[in-house]
């Protein structure tokens, strides 16, 4: 296991690597001079002097990208000229929103998603399963914002159970957190929903057809204790790989739900960087997020490791 | 001058091949036609862009129209769709909007299959290659994909070539992986081995015999990120990182729409609608393609 998980760590360097080259050639990719285009039309040259110098323009482009990235190992992100404080602190500020928006998001997608796959597999050719596959789709072809604008106008607008928009922290109490995070957090979980709903219904379907369900069935076990106990814990290994793989894309699809809900979230943070032109911002947050991502896929796989030891044994050899 | 001739040999076989095309091409058809899904999809795909092509036929307003003195008004039978906080006709907003967003979207596959195909070809046939094309892709895929290619228009600037330009990055490295991965089964089979000892150049093997043999996992994939690049290109717009203003496009009508939410629930419906429309009818091309593809499917409809 220890050499497992060694291995796994090691193999993540070129990665991050690679991960900063792009983020930081990417943001000189700009074209004309990030400086002007940060200060704006009203700058004078000797302002845009200063800045090229704060933020290391006048050096040759690798020693700039070095100062950059032992930077970052130091936790030195940047600073950010539009919140006027350091970029990591800015981040660390506006993290809350997001990590539960996606949090609530995936445990309202599991809690949708594996009964219905269930219940589709059990009536697996009939009308309900038909109904099923359709809703499948439709939930696989709606972008989250868009269902997220459609629920203000439908729960928050036309039948008032919900706030339209707006935050409050944990803090405030959980109901009145809640009430704030429940449409975006169902809006930007149905995607998974119906990816999860999916994968459990073919896993499903393929341990139902197994001989020792047929055994199980013979012995004339409930139907019940053998859906849950006999099928359910054999189907869940490619449930759960489906769970890590996409808890990725639900922190990008939170980036821009965010927006529609007016969360005070990263995705604000990347927007208000963009209306303001703060390329330092743009680049720290993407940056981060980009780390989270790769961390998140790390833990993923060392538990899908340690939950499976068939897996550890296949990607020794 | 000199003059060649074919031989009967020569004409037999061409007219073989012809034969052999034709009886393929048959079979493709008579396969569509049975599966219903890819069937539908293509019917959906194939409506939508007839219904933005003849655009100009189906209403006598200009997009980019103002009439003040009719802001905001639901839809009825002047105005189908109803109009928007500049009185522009939605319905027509909705239809050119849909050639931003259609155009974008199949630009966006076309080219990324394009750069896919050929790093995924030269990272499965070169193994020196294959390491440094396989890492920056392993590093592009950890950004979340709508961030980067949300970073990458803020950088480049807000409008439809740098769009896709965007998506196109943002979607290479899976299409390059799954070419790749298609190419290295094809590289290990025994005609490549004997076209090779023949002497032929790398770039023939590449192009002539491996390219052909991953169309399939290759044209699958294609309908998916034109699935996906619709959802970007809404997404972007929508987060007014995409199509500037005036013009329309599915994501900026409901960039505008947010603002009037409380009011105008037809500015968020329509155009909705028509993103989740097309994603779905090429989502179900993509499904349809893919057990029609497959020669495993293919058995078991013979």
Known sequence: MGRYTLGRLLSLIPVLLIVAVIVFFLMHLTPGDPASIMLGPNATPEEVERLREELGLNLPIHE??????????????????????????????????????SILAQSISMVLAIPLGIIAAKKRGTNVDRLFMILVMLGMAIPSFLLGLLFIQLFAVKLQWFPVAGYLPVSAGLWNHLQYMILPATALGIIQTAVIARMTRSSMLDVLSANYIKTANAKGLRDRVITYKHALKNAAIPILTVLGEHFGSLLAGAVVTETVFNLPGLGQLVINGIEKRDYTLIQGTILFTALVYLLVNLAVDLLYGFVDPRVRLNRKS | MEVKYATDAQLQSIQGKRQMRQEGLRLFWRRLLANKMALYGGLIVLSLCLFVLIAPLLTKYTPLEIDPANRLQPPSSDHWFGTDNFGRDIFTRVVYGGRVSLIVGFASALLTGFIGMVVGLLSAYYRVLDHILMRICDGLLAFPDILLAIAITAVLGPNPVNVIIAITIVKVPAMARIVRSAALVVREQTY??????????????????????????????????????????????FLGAGVPAPEPSWGNILYDGKIVIFTAWWMTVFPGIFIVLSVLGLNMLGDGLRDLLDPHTNKAIK
């Open chain 1, 64 to 101: 700039q990208f070095f100062d950059w990235f032992f930077g970052l190992f130091r936790g030195d992100f940047g600073w950010s000229l539009s919140q006027n404080k350091p970029v990591l602190q800015a981040i660390f500020e506006h993290l809350g929103p997001t990590i539960s928006l």
């Open chain 2, 192 to 237: 490549i081995e004997a076209i090779k000892a023949q002497g032929a150049s790398a770039f023939r093997i590449i192009w002539g015999h491996i390219a052909p043999n991953v169309l399939s996992p290759f044209f699958v994939q294609v309908t998916y990120v034109f699935a996906a690049a619709i959802i970007l290109e809404a997404g972007l717009s």
